[in-house]
């Protein structure tokens, strides 16, 4: 059964692990001004926990699904699905990835479709999967911590990296994590700390003080706005929440036939692409496909910020319509 009617319903598949305090300020930074945004698009916004989905395939036809007791149809309801895995979200990211792929098996339209949220998930998997594109990589090693951390099984993977060396969580985001190791010694401490929580680790260079971090808003395939980062004082990194400081330049010329290239192997109609300037020359450094627009400082940048986000949903509906319509037809 198929409907020209657009969707209605924008669904956000997101962990509830975090604390009052955090849920408290990713209300106020992005889910309010999300789902007033959603409705002038003609979308009802809300988020749900991944253990909220029930599907029923008993029948002979297609299952039904349920999203906090609710019935939801491919053909009402866009399902945000990207895989959230911080610290505080870990022992969810089994639920979400069986849910994930349940839903794509039921038809729904996922604009971040599960495969491309696992790649984009892993610095290092992101790497492998954009190993063409024309700005250069940072270089990357990925090791593993955990319990037999200990025996340096992972020092044969370094030979080609020379210290100082950034170490980052290797699926974590917002800059947490990420510490400086100038030495084997600090190395081995950190990747110590990392084993302690099962968490992998990559290593890259340090590219020095005050790199710049731009971030590409990219919609359907092409860069919409621009986001540069800069650090404040010794920060490691330039999120806000370390003190980052924000402008929106125009998209950088030399970052053009990245974001085709980018666009063209994750073809979803939203993502965020973060390069890295060291003075000299960009590193392409991650991408993320629910990449935020939120924590505006003025009101100022908050103008700026929602053409971005209305520019998103209305992205997904037309995916959505086109999704259904290619449905209807091959039925």
């Known amino acids: ?20 305090r955090q849920r408290s300020a990713e ?31 008993t029948g002979p036809g297609e299952p039904r699904v ?11 309801t866009i399902l945000i699905t990207s895989l959230w895995s911080l610290p505080h979200q870990v ?3 089994c639920n979400q990835l069986f849910a994930y792929s349940i839903v794509e098996q039921a038809g729904f339209y996922l604009p971040i479709h599960p495969r491309m949220s696992y790649i984009t998930t892993d610095k290092m998997a992101t790497m492998l999967y954009l190993r063409d594109c024309p700005v250069q990589r940072v270089p990357t090693v990925r090791i593993g911590s955990g319990r037999d951390a200990i025996s340096r099984h992972y020092e044969p993977a370094l030979e080609n990296l020379e210290y100082p060396l950034m170490v980052k969580p ?40 005050g790199v710049n971090d731009f971030r590409v808003y990219v919609i359907d395939g092409k860069a919409h706005t621009v ?3 800069i650090p404040q004082g010794a920060s490691l990194t330039a999120n806000l929440v370390n003190g980052g400081r924000l402008e929106y330049p125009p998209l950088p010329k030399e970052l053009e036939s990245s974001i085709d290239y980018i666009a063209e192997r994750l073809r979803m109609p939203y993502f965020a692409a973060d390069f890295l300037w060291d003075g000299e020359q960009f590193w392409l450094s991650e991408v993320e496909p629910d990449g935020a627009v ?18 998103r949903f ?18």
Do not use: N
Not at 3 to 17: E, V
Not at 66 to 76: A, S, V
Not at 185 to 193: A, D
Not at 294 to 311: F, H, L, M
């Open 91 to 93: 022992s969810e990211v």
């Open 170 to 209: 290797a699926y974590w985001g917002m800059g947490i994590g990420v510490c400086l190791a100038h030495d084997e010694h600090e190395l081995r401490g950190l990747v110590g700390l990392a084993g302690g929580a099962d968490t992998a680790l990559v290593l890259q260079p340090y590219l020095g003080k």
């Open 27 to 57: 209300a106020a930074a992005i889910w309010t001004t999300y789902t007033e945004i959603a409705a002038d698009c003609g979308l009802a916004m809300s988020l749900h926990k991944s253990e909220a989905l029930a599907v029923d395939a």
């Open 294 to 311: 939120g924590y505006a400082q003025t009101e100022e940048i908050a103008k700026i910020q929602r053409p971005v986000i209305e520019a």
């Open 1 to 20: 059964m198929t409907s020209s009617t657009p969707a209605s319903r924008l669904c956000w598949i997101y962990p509830d692990r975090g604390t009052v």
């Open 66 to 76: 349920f999203l906090d007791g609710e019935r939801i149809t491919p053909q009402d």
């Open 314 to 331: 209305r992205a997904y509906l037309a995916a959505h319509a086109e999704w259904i319509s290619r449905a209807g037809a091959s039925a």
């Open 227 to 229: 986001l540069q980062r």
